[in-house]
C-alpha cells in the first residue's frame, strides 16, 4: 500500500515562493490502478516523481507498505519494487535493448522468447529491436515503448508511468492498453498511470484529478469522468461559439 501523507513542495522563484503541491494526502491500496489527470502544470508529474524519489517532498510523508521512504533514493525505492517511466525516456548510446531487458529483470541470461513477450506487448518485433542501441537511431515513440518493456521486464509492485500514450502510434497505443488491462487483470501490480487519454481513463479503478498542486476531485470513473468531460467542453472555444449562438 502507498500512502502520501500531507506532500508539500515548493519551489523559489523570481517572485518568491512557488507551491508546487500544497498538503496532498492520498493512499493507494495494493493492486488498484489509479489514473492521475487534470490541466497541465497542476502538479501531476511533481507528485510521481516524490513517489519514486526524483523529487522530496518540502514537507509530508512517503510510506510505502508501512515503510517511510521519503528520504530513501531511487535505487533504495527501485530495491523495494518501484519503477517509473519517464515522459521522455533517457537514451543509452553503446547499449541494446537487450542488454536494457537483462539489467531490467535483474537476470544474467533472457531467453529470446521471454524477451520477444515483453516487447509484442508494447508493439515492437523482437527481431528488429533487440540488437539495436537505444541511441538517437530509434524514434521518440521507440524509445517510449521500449522503456515500458523494461518495466513490464522488471516485475515491479508499483509501476508508474508519466504519460505513456505520448509519441506512441495509436496501434502501438491500442496494444500498451491492451497491456495495462492484463496487468491490471491479473493483479500482479499497483499502476499509476499520468494520462489525459480517455481510453486509459477508463482502465482505472479510481481517478484522481490534480489541479492547482491539489486533489481537486477523486473517485470511480464513473464518478469523476462526467466531471471531466465537463470542465473540458466548458472551456471548448469551439462549444462556446456555438452557446453563443444559440
Known sequence: MLELKHISYRVASPEGTLDILKDVSLTIPDHRMVVFTGPNGGGKTTLAKIIMG????????????GQDITHLNITERARLGISYGFQQPPRFKGITVHDLLLLSAGEQKLSKDRCCQFLTKVGLCANDYLDREVDVSLSGGEVKRIEIAT???????????????????????????????????????????????????????????????????????????????????????VLKKEDDKA
Open 54 to 65: 526524483l523529487v522530496e517532498p518540502t514537507e509530508g510523508q512517503v510510506l510505502y507498505n
Open 151 to 237: 518495466i513490464l521486464a522488471r516485475n515491479a509492485q508499483l509501476m508508474i508511468f508519466d504519460e505513456p500514450e505520448a509519441g506512441i502510434d495509436l496501434w502501438s497505443f491500442a496494444r500498451l492498453t491492451e497491456t495495462f488491462e492484463q496487468i491490471h487483470r491479473q493483479n500482479d501490480a499497483t499502476m499509476i498511470i499520468i494520462s489525459h487519454q480517455e481510453r486509459i481513463i477508463q482502465l482505472a479503478d479510481e481517478i484522481v484529478v490534480v489541479a492547482g498542486g491539489q486533489i481537486a476531485h477523486r473517485g470511480t470513473t464513473e464518478e469523476i469522468f462526467p466531471l471531466i468531460l465537463e470542465n473540458t467542453m466548458g472551456t471548448c472555444p
